[in-house]
């Protein structure tokens, strides 16, 4: 007899499956792990991206800029309810850009947040952002974990 999956292993495998779509670099797998009404605080502006078309438009720009994706998320901590749940953990995107120069990445700190919609875990909302010095006004992007 196989073993019931709980909340926190579907919401564990969608997210593998979102860093294993990130690394081939396929928008439709990633579509597949966003609610249709995503709203992403992401690093790159505006201030929020709505709707899983704006989401996989950032995506895009990303596998444009780059050859070869890499994705690693440290930390991963999940909270997960009846119908809700959220986490949060330390994501690197690096790799090879698409001229050839190899791509160390920044860490940055990322929070998902996920509804259960049709018998799946959907992310509904995340945010990524990167610590800021107070004195320049700028991000911090050399910090590692």
């Given at each position: ?29 990633l ?19 709505v ?25 991963l ?69």
């Amino acid at each position: 007899m196989g073993k019931t999956m709980t909340g926190q292993d579907e919401i564990r495998r969608r997210i593998e499956a979102l860093v294993e779509g990130i690394e081939a670099k396929d928008l439709r797998a990633l579509e597949g792990a966003y609610a249709p009404d995503v709203v992403s605080f992401d690093v790159e502006p505006p201030l929020q991206h709505v709707g899983v078309a704006a989401k996989l438009r950032n995506w895009a720009k990303v596998f444009e800029a780059f050859e070869k994706v890499t994705y690693e998320l440290r930390d991963l901590t999940l909270t997960v309810g009846d119908g809700v749940a959220f986490g949060h953990g330390l994501g690197r995107l690096s790799g090879t850009l698409a001229n050839g120069a190899a791509a160390g990445g920044m860490w940055v700190r990322a929070t998902f947040c996920f509804s259960r919609i049709d018998g799946e875990w959907l992310i509904v909302h995340d945010q990524v952002s990167v610590p800021f010095d107070l004195a320049t006004g700028k991000g911090v992007t050399d910090l590692r974990p």
